[in-house]
């Protein structure tokens, strides 16, 4: 038996490939399903079964390119609706897969359709659990995210969620091994570890849901209490994950139109264009094409893309060197983002070789930064999380965290220095990126951002919990 976590840090998202004497099942895959094929190539295994866990909002699944793919049957839990041929399987249902099974848990709660699946090896033990968006590693799954399709309030889902984690999986044994489908910095739960597996034991003593340190009602409370809005892209993620989409395949294909610096210039002056650096931070600050957009490949990418541009049918023009083009459009797939109209050909470099304006963004130093009076009049704009924000924060600075971006314009002016700092120096560019196209011109960057300002002379508030 092998039990394999393919984890993606940038969506923070576990899927999972299973294989046994020549028959393998994959637990909500990615939409680049090459991950799985090349797996089972190696294994010389039949992918039998695509196991869904729910309708992700966060991210597009390759459920549909697998099973075409391989000719496997795709399974959902009770209550999912999809538009398309695949297994309803009731509840204790079990799936053979070479010599183990899995056995399907409906827990509903984070969704009315979400479903857990119990893996027992060859002699019929619990070996693990894949719990998805239900059962999270300190966390569960928030229940927000299906209001409009379910008819049911966050209150009554997050009800619903406690019987299913406290009726369901806290029976099973102590040493069965979790497999979440999400952690630490996922927009579908508030507390995840950053751990990705865990034994249910542990679980059961940390995780609050399970631990017996809050009834049903006080759960309730705390699991719907200081939700932030989910972000705008979740409902098309859904609406795809539910109806179909189109194979990455053809979205690579269509996506790789290479510009000329003179296509792409004119491109750009179309309506509701995005043109979207993803080259590092380090170097847009330095040189970038005036009103484009900076999100970096190495960051938080296709979260933020989906935070940020929101509308999964915004036309891109794209700013990328070429050796990372493929990744670009892939990472921007996985969250729905299929309308990539073309790329500059060359990169920036062909940009600045054909004479075009460049712009650039002002930065400090936080060893600078602390030399400056840092009175009430001056602006100081902290991008970060309320959550980070509350935790320590420097004196007088004013939170506008960059999720937020879109309803805090009015915060900022366009007169006088204005500084602005994330916690390490990439929210922090993609917010003075948004401002600069916004015609705010007057913001300076600082450098290395909370983590360099912790270590400089600047007053910090620090809010310090003592028991």
């Known amino acids: 038996m092998k039990v394999k976590q393919i984890y993606t840090n940038c969506l ?24 799985y094929t090349d797996l089972a190539a190696v294994g010389n295994a039949k992918i039998k079964y695509v196991f869904e866990t729910h309708f992700h909002a966060d991210f597009i699944s390759g459920h549909l390119t697998l099973s075409k793919l391989t000719d496997s049957h795709i399974v959902y839990g009770p209550n999912a609706n999809p538009d398309f041929d695949c297994i309803i399987a009731k509840d204790n249902q079990q799936f053979k897969i070479g010599n183990i099974s899995i056995t399907v848990l409906h827990t509903p709660g984070h969704t009315l359709e979400s479903t857990c699946y119990l893996l027992k090896d060859e002699e019929g033990i619990e070996h693990c659990l894949f719990t998805g968006d239900t059962l999270f590693l300190g966390d569960v799954g928030r229940p927000d995210l299906a209001q409009k399709d379910m008819q049911m309030t966050k209150e009554e889902l997050a009800g619903v969620l406690y019987e299913s984690v406290n009726n369901k999986i806290k029976p099973l044994p102590d040493n069965i091994l979790i497999y979440p489908g999400h952690g630490a910095g996922s927009a579908c739960g508030k507390n995840m570890m950053k751990e990705t597996v865990d034994t249910l034991k542990n679980q059961k003593d940390i995780n609050y849901v399970l631990n017996g340190s809050l009834s049903k009602e006080e759960f309730i409370f705390e699991l719907t209490h200081d939700l932030q809005e989910p972000p705008s892209y979740f409902p098309s993620n859904v609406q795809l994950n539910k109806e179909g989409y189109d194979d990455l395949s053809a979205i690579l294909k269509k996506s790789k139109k290479s510009l000329s610096v003179e296509e792409f210039e004119n491109a750009s002056k179309e309506n509701d264009i995005i043109m979207l650096d993803v080259r590092h931070q380090s170097i847009f600050v330095k040189e970038h094409i005036p009103n484009s957009i900076f999100i970096g490949l190495d960051g938080g990418f296709a979260p933020w893309v989906g935070t940020i541009l929101s509308n ?58 602390a030399k400056i009076n840092l009175s009430n009049q001056l602006k100081i704009f902290d991008v970060r999380k309320s959550t980070e924000y509350d935790s320590a924060h420097i004196i007088n600075a004013i939170n506008a965290p960059l999720n937020d971006i879109d309803s805090n314009y009015d915060m900022y002016n366009k007169d006088g220095e204005v500084y602005i700092h994330c916690a390490g120096g990439y929210r922090s560019i993609i917010a003075n990126s948004i401002l600069k196209s916004k015609g ?28």
Do not use: M
Request: hydrophobic letters at 40%; charged letters at 25%; proline letters at 4%.
């Open 440 to 467: 705010y011109h007057n913001l300076i960057d600082v450098l290395g951002g909370f983590s360099s300002i912790r270590n400089s002379d600047i007053p910090i508030k620090e809010n310090i919990c003592t028991n």
């Open 12 to 35: 923070a998202q576990g899927s999972y490939y299973i294989e046994s004497n020549g028959e393998a099942a994959v637990i909500d895959p990615l939409r680049d399903v090459s991950h």
């Open 312 to 369: 999964v049918n915004q036309p891109i023009l794209l700013i990328v060197d070429e050796d990372r083009l493929e990744e670009a459009i892939t990472r921007l797939s996985r969250v729905g983002f299929d309308n990539v109209i073309g790329f500059l050909r060359g990169g920036f470099e062909s940009w600045k070789l054909a004479d075009k304006p460049i712009a650039s963004i002002e930065t400090i130093s936080a060893h600078d930064f």
